[in-house]
């Protein structure tokens, strides 16, 4: 699929989505790109304990990361070609980030 001339590729079995180095950052600035997210967070939620998954550009083991600013968004990332893995339902919780998270890290970083 492309959303804002950007290619999103979707897995067709689980709904998890891949996105390549820096387009996930690109897409979460754009209005309604949440859109893109088609996938149930239950399910979502049930491939966070997958323990190890090979990227899917490259086959290289790819790293468990946390999101800094929402610290209950997990996703995995490429070490070798920066690219990252949502599991279904992800992306739209990294999109919309709440005004309680956003109050948080400016007291954070303060």
Known sequence: MVYASITVDR??????IWFDS??????????????????????GQKFNQTREINCPKCQTKMTKMVDLKQSHIFYEKCPVCYGM?????EFKDYKEETV??????????R
Request: proline share 2%; aromatic share 10%; charged share 30%.
């Open 22 to 43: 820096l387009e996930a950052q690109e897409l979460k600035e754009i209005k309604g790109s949440e859109s893109i997210d088609v996938g149930d967070p239950q399910t």
């Open 11 to 16: 897995c067709t079995e689980c709904n998890g």
């Open 85 to 89: 893995w949502f599991d279904a339902g």
């Open 100 to 109: 309680f998270e956003t109050i948080k890290n400016f007291c954070r970083v």
